[in-house]
């Protein structure tokens, strides 16, 4: 029995997992025996594995795939799959994790599965009809259990995405040891709903067009046309929590950044822009300023936009406070920045703690073009390119705004 009247976000019990469609959102339970035999995505999914972030039915060795799962917990700070409901982009990292082994000779095979697959992706339609399988995005549902909640079918790679852009080898280090890993970066298709029956047609070994094959998946085959599930953000107001790490070595990343400009918190303008930078990789030159009779620091930069060939420049000013977790950015900072902006420029304001929810609801109601990029944000971007670490955070610091 096809369960397909079911809502997105509806649990699924145990025992129907293997009658069930994959519907986006949807939580998938795990069982309760207290051993692996509770792994829901075994159950929704035989054949692929009850263990491991790459799990897949058919052998990655022999180019042979026909299914392929993506499971991320959400846990890993120092390798942070991401996914951006706004553009439908997911980024995962691959499963060579740590020194010692080179970047295809994993147990689980998972990086010969992406090389091979972002390969075959820029080949011909036989190609990704044939040598390209489906990937399925679940998360961790719960903090305990085994359940699982579906976000999606995945395609390799991007409508805006370079092929650098879309699987890169990056280099890592433990322990001063030197190791590469993949990123690579997935479209979510716009399907709300994978039946049962192209499953199950697919780990039979069918043809990947036939079982009621998703129209997304069909056009991405046939033309490698993304069809994105773009899901843009309500305005939301977010609370002091959500503004701050809540793990142990975010929270010490965070401090190494205010202890690095203690007693000089004005030259925190300058890391200020580095992580806009990172933020925004399109912005220009940017010039920071000489203090201010109210202590504070402004940069002035410009975002460019369009061709190489024929750019054109939005400017915007950017200010930097350098507080404490225990100190919030208020209205009067705000109000500097709004000041000082001119028609068609923007601002940001970027600070290693939180903004309080009156500035957050004055910048949204009233429509202010300012960017609040706030403690959690910094430390999101940081970890993406690679500093996950206190120590790396540290060097960092040192090496790009040594103390003077």
Known sequence: MSLSSQ????????????????????????GSSGHSGDDALARLLPGTGNQGGFRYAGSPAKGAVRLAVLYTSGGEVDWPDYLDPETGTFTYYGDNKTPGKGLHETPRKGNVLLRDAFDHSHGTASDRGTKVPPFLLFEKARP???????????????????????????????ERKRFQNYRSRFTVLDVERVPRSWISHILAGGDVFEG??????????????????????????????????TDKTGKAMLEEIRQHFQGRETDFEACAVAIWRLIAPSTGAVDVTRPSRDGGRDAVGAYVLGPPASPISIDFALEAKCY??????????????????????????????????????????????????????????????????VAAVRDWLQQSFPKR
């Open 144 to 174: 305990k259990g085994r359940a699982v909640r579906f976000r999606g079918l995945l395609a390799p790679g991007g409508p805006t995405l370079t092929s650098d852009d879309e699987l890169a080898a990056i280099w890592r280090s433990t």
């Open 324 to 389: 404490g977790p225990g100190n919030g950015v208020g209205v009067r900072d705000v109000s500097r920045l709004i000041s000082r902006i001119r028609h068609r420029n923007f601002g940001v304001l970027v600070t290693t703690s939180y903004f309080n929810q009156q500035v957050q609801r004055e910048v949204q109601e009233d429509g202010h073009p300012i960017a609040l990029v706030c403690g959690r944000d910094i430390l999101d971007v940081l970890r993406q390119h690679g500093r996950t670490t």
């Open 212 to 245: 009621e094959c998703p129209e997304a998946w069909k056009t991405w085959v046939q033309s490698r046309v993304y069809w994105p599930l773009l899901a843009p953000a309500t305005t939301t107001i977010r609370s002091t929590a959500e503004q701050l790490p």
């Open 7 to 30: 809502a997105p976000g509806h649990d699924v019990p145990f025992d129907q997992l293997g009658h069930s469609d994959l519907v986006l959102d949807a939580v998938y339970a795990g």
